[in-house]
């Protein structure tokens, strides 16, 4: 399968193409189509084609072993305004971090621009990565680049975005209940959640630490495969990254669709074009079965309770002394993010609420690794519909917090997922999630790229 990553490589290796010019190029994309999409937050051009002058230097001087020392050479990325980049300001989408700029970059960043790959900029993002839309940043809505008039889904909006228009190769995104794989099944990329603990956290400003996870965004599987193998492992700063190799790729695979996850309120067409994207697997050769995840439905509730008693710790820190602006700089979504997560950890209500939230946790947790003992693993939608209208539900929260139905589950198990592009109802895209077991993501990647060989969806671009 030829790469997108591979096909941008040979250029610079042809001389087709320099990595001044790919930046140049991308840099007048945003400059011509980003102002209405309002994907990006901080554009580093300057310090990119600075970078770019310096690698094409390094090439003339070391021809094509630069690329087996950087696998990621000339490559050009955005990352969500949530990764800490050394001298350019992060904000979280927030106001409130308007002015900050960090001494130093995230783990993530680092490896990425080790193996050669060059930031362009700060992706827009929902405030402190709270919401599903992308309509929640303080710096404007970032929208849907195959309809303006619809979300292109969140948290991680910018990011998704970035990649769908084609602004750069590639982006860093962030998944705490949904917020890489809603986007990208919003705007036709291929989005990774990682397993909790393959990849640090370190430098990342947290949103709800026990289910942060750093993902990626891409045009196909193979490539995302490459970030993660970049990014992965320890490094010494977040405990809770393991070094595991999981199970490897397989020549067939059992596969699970889970019942509970074709329920009522689903999108007709959404699920039609999932069940076609099921259906064609199961005729590349793989064995399909039914399987049960019964505490499914308690999945969002367990999540509302133990995501915002994380955030209003976290956002703790933000108290306009030690760092942030005054706390009324806060947008209403972390108020009231903030006002839930301290009610449910108040002495007489952590019983009643927190608690039991942690106890489905482990009941969600005992079901997966169930189903994953008879699976190598499984197939689902990742969102009950197709994107929705810009203002649709911003007014309705409880309404927001049902687009991550599908998704929620996957962060409170911990366990890895890849959505991938598997079609289109109304010239609007839908996402396959495909899911496996913590650290199972070398399967998740061959089941992805075997599929997206046999489809073209992933190919298809919007029209700007």
């Not at 090439?59 to 969500?80: C, D, I, N, T």
């Not at 689903?266 to 199961?282: F, G, N």
């Not at 810009?390 to 139905?405: I, Q």
Request: hydrophobic share 40%; net charge negative.
């Amino acid at each position: 399968m030829i790469t997108e990553f591979s096909k941008a490589q040979n250029q610079i290796k042809s001389g087709q193409a320099t990595v001044k010019s790919r930046v140049e190029y991308f840099l007048k994309r945003i400059e011509e189509f980003d102002g209405e999409l309002n994907s990006f937050i901080t554009i580093t051009g300057e310090e990119a084609l600075k970078k770019a002058e310096q690698m094409d230097t390094l090439f003339s001087e070391k021809g094509e072993e630069v690329f087996e020392k950087m696998p990621l050479f000339g490559l050009v990325f955005s990352a969500k305004d949530m990764y800490l980049t050394e001298g350019v300001k992060t904000t979280a989408g927030s106001k409130l971090l308007s002015d900050f700029v960090p001494p130093y970059s995230s783990t993530v960043i680092s490896r990425l621009t080790e193996a050669g790959a060059i930031l362009i900029g700060k992706t827009n993002q929902d405030a402190w990565a709270h919401g599903s839309s992308g309509e929640n940043s303080d710096f404007g809505v970032t929208k849907n680049p195959w309809d303006k008039s619809r979300v292109p889904g969140g948290s991680s909006s910018g990011a998704a975005v970035s990649v769908a228009a084609g602004f750069c190769d590639f982006a860093m995104g962030t998944d705490t209940g949904g917020s890489v794989r809603l986007p990208a099944s919003f705007t036709n990329v291929v989005g990774l959640k990682p397993t909790y603990g393959a990849i640090s956290r370190y430098g990342v400003i947290a949103m709800a630490s026990s289910l942060d996870t750093m993902g990626n965004f891409a045009i196909s599987s193979s490539d995302s495969k490459k970030i993660f193998d970049i990014v992965k492992g320890q490094d010494g700063f977040d405990q809770t990254v393991l070094d595991v190799n999981g199970a490897a790729p397989k020549t067939k695979y059992t596969i699970g669709v889970p019942k509970q996850y074709f329920s009522e309120g689903m999108d007709p067409s959404v699920e039609r074009l999932v069940l076609d994207a099921i259906e064609k697997i199961s005729q590349m050769g793989h064995k399909v079965v039914e399987v049960e995840l019964p505490s499914t439905d308690y999945a969002i509730s367990a999540y509302y309770v133990i995501c915002p008693a994380e955030v209003s710790s976290n956002l703790g820190r933000y108290d306009g002394v030690r760092m942030g602006l005054n706390r009324d700089a806060f947008g209403d979504e972390a108020k009231r993010r903030i006002m839930l997560g301290t009610y449910v950890l108040e002495s007489g209500y952590v019983d009643a609420y927190y608690n039991k939230a942690v106890a489905v946790r482990d009941l969600i947790k005992s079901e997966f690794e169930q189903a994953f003992s008879k699976v190598d693993l499984m197939l689902a939608p990742v969102s009950p519909t197709l994107p929705f209208k810009l203002g649709e539900k911003s007014n309705d929260p409880l309404s927001m917090y049902l687009a991550d139905v599908y998704t929620v589950a996957i962060n409170i198990a911990g366990v890895c997922a890849l959505s991938v592009p598997c079609g289109f109802s109304d010239d609007l895209p839908v996402g396959l999630q495909i899911i496996g077991p913590s650290f199972g993501e070398q399967m998740v990647f061959d089941l992805a790229q075997s599929y997206q060989e046999a489809t073209d969806w992933h190919t298809k671009s919007p029209k700007l």
